[in-house]
């Protein structure tokens, strides 16, 4: 390659590098595979090894990726928060050994090897043992103070845990990774995928997208967790630990959650066993492992050997690829939901992969099957990356055949003939019609269900059988069926039609969130439906509301966790004519939800209890507590006395720290009340 051609390539590659790199940090929406990125990344950095003429510190290789975004303050890293150097060969990951032998001057290195966690770098800072600050990594020097957000995490204490042989420094910063577990990950694509709405491709995106979400309520409702690996700034130097396995043991002391296994290994031959150990376990582990990590265990030769601009020369990831393999697209089918939705699958010649066969991939939606070209009888590559959902990558070009003709997306929908259409605002394309059998079927199906109105005796096959016989075109049409026509469906069958009959005449009673789910809204899961139950206290109240009821100005929502983009959906839903009758009717034949207790417009968790505010808060003024706590049905007085349930104090609290001491009232700090809150 001469150096112009090679200046050309390095300019294309940094180009696109540095969009994958804003596609994946800040947006959480990769478009390429880890592998593919890492690939494209090691070829940009050999070249410009090679011609270090057009090597530059603003190049993608010199940096670490950015995930700063919009809405949050920035925090400066005591440290800066470095990333790791990695490589998918053992060839390499043993020229690292050789690399330290070398610097470090020894023919033995102690290591230890973790797992690398599939989530999203964070720091937390402890000050005298309580959390004071949550950070992400951003550009490594400054990172989004998601403090608020990391508060809503379960597992991650506000305090630690005093330790025998552990003191807890003065200050010490731990940092580790936000994940969510493969189930939850599950859960939530789930429910998106009922609602229509694009599906995360892994955990580890869906993670990234739910800690930068503004609203700390909405970051609750998805289970997010943490685990903490590596040490930061720590005050004073001298209660360090002497290495990383006695760092885990700390933070385990205290409380922190840590890896769930970590190898000690002398040399180079027991780190590669104790990867391929790794390997072997990682399917049992509760996030997605990537690949390992390799660390020279004390700390002191950890500082002996420093770091580059951009990574720690102790340390290296080794990653583990995703399985691939290659089989023949024989055919995309369409899936209709319940919203309608069409979601194409590809059927797939059965192939082996990561231990499974696999025969069917999603293909998303319409752009994504355009955007890759994918047509029926081409050779695809199907990829399990973090052994997640099976993904169409790729087709192989030079095995398509004249025969492959692009593929069309249907205009109609596959089951009632409607004329598709798509929503402003939503890839996705649905079937409009609410009286399609499909829907019907999932329609009725999801009312009845476990998350909704808990119908027993009215499972999935029970209505395929009533929609079939034509007795259910509507959900209203439950509460009418009739004994008789019931009693045609087979011998014997007495018993379980009164039972059904009973089980639906109960549900006339149900909670009235459990029908707002029941109902399908777009976007509204269970705990939107909780909310929405809560603030209107009726079917009818939420079926006559307007815009502003949801969204004040400047977007901010009325309801905590209620958001534009659901207000919509929820009016949309309302507007139809069909939809209004429908509550009418579930009213006439005697649907009459029971209300949640305390039918306030506001939430009334904090009810009856009364608070005095003191000192400086971590994230919040004193006055956007007061407002929460009045939100949730709570007072907030000046003096305290011994009527005062709580008082919530900061940093720097003064006298009314002491009265509440004197009079024994229980002090508590703005994370407890957000757990109040959230509660
Ligand atoms: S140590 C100074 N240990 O992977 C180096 N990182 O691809 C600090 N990661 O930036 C990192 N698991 O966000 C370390 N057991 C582990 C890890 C881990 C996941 C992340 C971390 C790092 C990235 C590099």
Same mark, same amino acid.
């Given at each position: 390659m001469t150096p112009a051609e090679a200046q050309t390539r390095i300019a294309q590659l940094r180009a696109e590098v540095t969009r994958h790199d804003e596609l994946y940090?800040?947006? /959480?929406? %990769?478009?390429?595979?880890d592998f593919d990125y890492d690939r494209l990344k090691r070829e940009l950095a050999d070249l410009e090894a090679q011609f %270090?003429?057009? /090597?530059?510190? /603003?190049s993608p290789t010199a940096q670490v990726g950015d995930d700063r975004a919009e809405g949050f303050q920035t925090y400066r890293h005591r440290q800066p928060m470095q990333s790791l150097d990695n490589t998918y060969s053992e060839a390499e990951l043993r020229e690292f050994h050789a690399r330290l032998v070398k610097l470090l001057e020894r023919e033995e290195l102690a290591y230890v090897v973790e797992p690398k966690i599939d989530g999203l770098a964070v720091s937390v800072t402890y000050e005298k043992g309580r959390l004071v600050r949550a950070v992400t990594r951003g550009n490594g020097v400054e990172g989004d103070d998601i403090t608020a957000n990391a508060l809503t995490i379960r597992t991650l204490p506000r305090q630690l845990r005093a330790a025998a042989g552990a003191p807890i420094p003065d200050v010490i910063e731990v940092r580790g990774e936000i994940y969510l577990t493969l189930a939850e990950f599950q859960r939530i694509n789930d429910e998106r995928e009922e609602a229509g709405e694009a599906l995360y491709a892994n955990p580890r995106n869906l993670a990234a997208g739910t800690i930068k979400q503004l609203d700390a309520a909405e970051v609750a409702r998805r289970k997010l967790e943490i685990v903490l690996y590596g040490l930061g700034y720590c005050e004073p130097a001298s209660a360090l630990p002497a290495t990383q396995a006695d760092f885990h043991e700390r933070v385990q002391a205290w409380g922190l959650p840590t890896v769930e296994k970590f190898w000690p290994a002398r040399g180079v031959d027991e780190v590669w066993k104790a990867v391929q150990e790794l390997d072997r376990l990682r399917d049992s582990f509760a996030y997605a492992t990537d690949g390992a990590v390799v660390k020279v265990d004390p700390l002191q030769l950890q500082r002996e050997a420093g770091s580059t601009s951009k990574a720690p020369r102790w340390a290296m990831a080794y990653k583990f690829a995703a399985q691939r393999a290659e089989t023949r697209l024989n055919a995309i089918t369409i899936q209709v939901g319940r919203t309608g939705v069409l979601t194409p699958v590809a059927e797939l010649e059965p192939v082996q992969l990561a231990g499974t066969t696999v025969a069917r991939a999603t293909l998303h939606n319409r752009d994504e099957i355009a955007r890759k070209d994918i047509r029926v009888g081409d050779w695809v590559q199907v990829e399990k990356a973090g052994e997640i959902i099976p993904a169409?990558? /790729?087709?192989n070009l030079e095995r398509?055949? %004249?025969?492959?003709?692009p593929y069309a997306f249907p205009e109609q929908c596959p089951v009632c003939g409607t004329k598709v259409v798509q929503l402003e605002g939503e890839v996705a394309l649905r079937c409009p019609n609410l009286a399609c059998p499909v829907q019907v079927r999932r329609r009725v199906q999801h009312f009845a269900s476990k998350a909704c109105l808990d119908i027993d005796g009215l499972g999935v096959a029970m209505v395929d059988v009533l929609v079939e016989k034509g007795w259910v075109k509507n959900l209203a049409d439950i509460y009418r069926l009739r004994r008789e026509d019931l009693l045609t469906?087979? =011998? *014997?069958?007495e018993k379980s039609t009164d039972n059904l009959l009973a089980a639906i005449a109960t549900s006339k009673r149900a909670e009235l969130w459990r029908v707002i789910h029941g109902l399908g809204i777009t976007h509204v899961g269970v705990a939107a439906a909780k909310d929405l139950a809560k603030h209107f206290g009726s079917l009818e109240a939420l079926a006559a509301a307007r815009l502003e009821d949801f969204i004040r100005e400047k977007k901010q929502s009325v309801i905590d966790g209620i958001g534009e983009t659901m207000a919509r959906a929820i009016l949309g839903h309302f507007q139809n004519p069909v939809n209004r009758a429908l509550i009418d009717e579930l009213h006439a034949l005697g649907l009459a939800p029971l209300a949640p207790a305390k039918s306030a417009p506001v939430s009334a968790v904090l009810a009856g209890k009364t608070f005095v505010l003191t000192g400086t808060l971590p994230t919040m003024t004193r006055d956007e507590a007061a407002a929460k706590i009045e939100a949730a049905g709570g007072k907030v007085s000046g003096s305290v006395s011994k =009527?005062? *349930?709580y008082v919530l104090a900061g940093a720097e609290a003064g006298s009314k720290l002491d009265k509440a001491k004197e009079l024994g009232v229980p002090v508590i700090d703005e994370a407890e009340l957000l757990r109040m809150l959230g509660g």
């Open positions: 940090h800040r947006r /959480a929406q %990769p478009e390429i595979s %270090p003429q057009f /090597a530059t510190t /603003a169409v990558i /790729a087709v398509r055949t %004249p025969a492959c003709v469906l087979g =011998k *014997s069958v =009527k005062t *349930s």
